[in-house]
């Protein structure tokens, strides 16, 4: 149960407020703004999605620059709350097509139209946008896509006007399409989170993917789909010959601890051939989750070591290394270190040649950043449907490379006891296009429907992220 809903933007100006239960004062939003900007508690340098204050719980999450935020009094699940609030922002972005700050303001009828239907009195009544339509009756102003400004992982694959297929579809799924013709199109992609702790000499300590396979459709009559995944995929830890065992592609058997699949989703043929059969909802929806222990090879390596260079002094050597091949490149990397409390003074040293890369030593937290990218390369990305393929310039760090960064760090005090105690672990972050570590595949994405002489677009992007990627030292 919730007491209240807004969305704030970076500025703190209130687009939406919706007041469901009258518990909470007025002017929680400007209370959350103030405190989420000027956050000094614990020494965090951002604010937690979860926080107390006056007795009101403030939830929130940050999505393509906008604060979702959700207040109650009572002891809610935080877990929920903020399922909830991502949810909100999602179908919002289905029935708007663009989620930005201009969108909600030309929307705004339609906004609080659809938060009526969600929660009512504080009790959340449904999240799905395919039956959100039965009750939501205003059509969307469309925002132009190409006026957009860059924002997030939006942009991953945009260059100027032009916008590439993937999470950020830019279209509503039920707007009236101008000239009354629809483009038929289907976008599927595979997103993988990973999560590796490396010990201080390089070895995987822990190693998890945790995956989804996201869908959004937009084919006319609701034709069946039919999604094929690797022939050699296994469930459960065990299943599957593992051993002695080797692919169609040399890479051996894909094992899945786990998986579940959305509601729509038919399991007829799963066992046999692993194939996935449904009639997409409307909107952007995970066709199946999954979760994967099984050893696999790690997108990068992280090196780091600490040595102490005097009594007032040490050295910081970190070397990060891509280990996917040379034909793909990974974007949005960071590198950050905590160092000792008592480090007053950091001077960087990068390898000779380095363009594009940038460090800091940010004194409040005393924290060492790392920004890398690399020169500019060709990214491909491939369609499923006959069209040709689209190149982009983008720089980006390239597969099979290797980067270095020295640090001296001065402290205010002689060193006492163990340096490597009070420093780090490293920690990375990372997008990787076109690159998956579990190695799914979608073999085929197969429309019932014939469509005549135009075959539907069907995009396919594999996605790779960092959730907890961290190294001791």
């Not at 703190?12 to 400007?30: L, M, Q, T």
């Not at 960087?348 to 800091?360: I, K, R």
């Amino acid at each position: 149960m919730i007491s209240q809903f807004f969305i704030l933007s970076q500025r703190g100006d209130n687009i939406v407020f919706r007041d469901y239960r009258g518990e909470v004062p007025k002017g929680s939003a400007e209370i959350f703004f103030r405190k989420v900007k000027f956050w000094e508690d614990g020494g965090l340098e951002e604010a937690p999605p979860v926080f107390n204050v006056d007795g009101v719980n403030y939830f929130h999450v940050k999505v393509v620059g906008l604060l979702f935020v959700a207040t109650t009094r009572v002891n809610t699940s935080p877990s929920y709350v903020l399922e909830l609030l991502q949810r909100i922002a999602r179908v919002i972005k289905d029935y708007l097509g663009i989620l930005n700050e201009d969108s909600l303001r030309k929307n705004f009828v339609l906004v609080y139209e659809l938060l009526d239907e969600v929660i009512d009195f504080g009790y959340v009544q449904t999240t799905s946008t395919e039956l959100l339509k039965s009750y939501v009756f205003n059509e969307p102003l469309v925002v132009d896509a190409t006026r957009m400004p860059p924002l997030g992982p939006a942009t991953l694959f945009a260059q100027g006007t032009k916008r590439m297929p993937g999470i950020a579809v830019t279209k509503s799924v039920v707007a009236t399409e101008p000239g009354g013709r629809k483009r038929e199109e289907i976008f599927v992609d595979i997103i993988e989170k990973i999560s590796i702790t490396f010990s201080s000499s390089g070895y995987i300590l822990t190693s998890e993917i945790d995956g989804t396979i996201q869908m959004k459709s937009y084919l006319s009559g609701n034709p069946e789909i039919r999604l094929a995944l690797n022939d050699d995929l296994a469930i459960g830890r065990g299943q599957g010959p593992v051993y002695g065992y080797r692919s169609s592609t040399g890479s051996g058997v894909v094992v899945l601890d786990d998986c579940n699949f959305h509601e729509s989703v038919r399991l007829d043929s799963f066992e046999v051939d692993r194939t996935l059969s449904l009639v997409p909802p409307d909107g952007e929806f995970p066709v199946m989750n999954y979760r994967m222990t099984q050893e696999f090879k790690p997108p990068f390596r992280i090196n780091a070591l600490i040595e102490e260079a005097g009594a007032h002094k040490a050295e910081v050597i970190l070397k990060v290394r891509a280990e996917f091949a040379s034909s793909i490149t990974a974007n949005t990397i960071k590198v950050q270190m905590p160092l000792p409390k008592y480090t007053n003074r950091v001077s960087f040293e990068l390898e000779p040649g380095a363009s594009g890369q940038t460090t800091d030593f940010k004194e409040a937290n005393k924290r060492l950043e790392w920004n890398l990218k690399k020169a500019t390369v060709l990214v491909i990305f491939y369609s499923l449907s006959p069209v040709p393929l689209t190149v982009i310039l983008q720089s980006k760090v390239v597969g099979g490379c290797e980067h270095t960064l020295r640090a001296k760090l001065s402290f205010s005090q002689e060193l006492h006891g163990n340096i490597t105690k009070e420093s780090g672990p490293v920690s990375m972050t990372f997008t990787i296009p076109m690159y998956n570590a579990s190695r799914l595949q979608v073999k085929y994405l197969q429309i019932a429907k014939k469509y005549g002489t135009h075959e539907p677009y069907r995009w396919v992007r594999y996605v790779t992220q960092a959730n907890s990627y961290v190294a001791r030292i």
